[in-house]
């Protein structure tokens, strides 16, 4: 037998299964909708805790599937537009046997990338994530001085990574955050930060999560949107 329900969760609906199995299933169709598969007497609340602790990855994945095909693909050329801590610079080549780390420039907002002769996307791209990367780096104890202070709680380290997420907190208390961080403006990496210092106090994304990211960056949901727009 199968019981079939529709639910909402944090905005989402869900289809929901309960059925003569012994795990709960969740997964995602092509489509972006959302599948539960529960053992049949499970509680709301275990489901709904469950579903909970993989929201961002819901969202996300939902998001990645429901995108648009034709997205404009930056190729790190002369004139492109690129951003640094949320401002927009003018991406310049430049070949030099001497420079090997790209340079800005914040009065005439221009990006300096060194690149070799004949070189791909991936290189240059590469070259102007070394930028972020030292960005980053350069700043980490500010956003971390500041942000720790409001949450209350210290990382034991915090990594820069070119990554896929944002920021990834683990249980053994080591941040990591994402280079690419320094394109946007300096609030989204406090808000990533505040959110990774606020696992460590709660792992999950549940709604005493969200009263402590309420209370320590009442504007997240705001800064998030930004964070998340295409740039
Ligand atoms: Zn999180």
Redesign the pocket.
């Known amino acids: 037998m199968v019981v079939r329900e529709e639910i909402e969760i944090e905005g989402i609906s869900i289809i929901l299964e309960r059925k003569n199995i012994k795990n709960l299933y969740l997964r995602i169709k092509p489509d972006g909708t959302v599948k539960v598969s529960s053992p049949m007497r499970l509680s709301d609340e275990v489901i709904n805790d469950f579903v909970l602790s993989r929201i ?1 990855w819901i969202r996300d994945t939902r998001a990645k599937m429901l995108e648009k095909p034709l997205k404009p693909q930056l190729k790190y050329v002369n004139g492109e537009t690129h951003y640094i801590w949320g401002e927009p610079y003018t991406l310049q080549l430049i070949t030099n046997e001497i420079v090997k780390k790209a340079i800005y420039d914040s009065d005439e907002h221009v990006i300096y990338l060194p690149v070799p002769k004949r070189s791909n996307i991936k290189q240059r791209e590469k070259i102007l994530f070394e930028l972020y990367r030292d960005e980053m780096n350069k700043n980490l104890s500010y956003f971390l001085e500041k942000c720790t202070y409001f949450v209350g709680k210290e990382p034991k380290e915090v990594k820069i990574r070119n990554m896929k997420n944002w ?1 990834n ?1 683990r249980k053994d208390k080591r941040i990591t955050l994402n280079l690419k961080l320094a394109k946007k403006p300096p609030v989204c990496t406090e808000y990533v930060l505040i ?2 210092l606020c ?1 460590l106090i709660e792992f999950n ?1 549940g709604p005493r ?1 969200k009263a402590l990211m309420d209370n320590f960056c009442h504007n997240w949901r705001e800064i998030k949107r930004v964070l998340n727009e295409e740039q």
């Open positions: 961002d920021g907190c959110h990774e696992h994304h999560f």
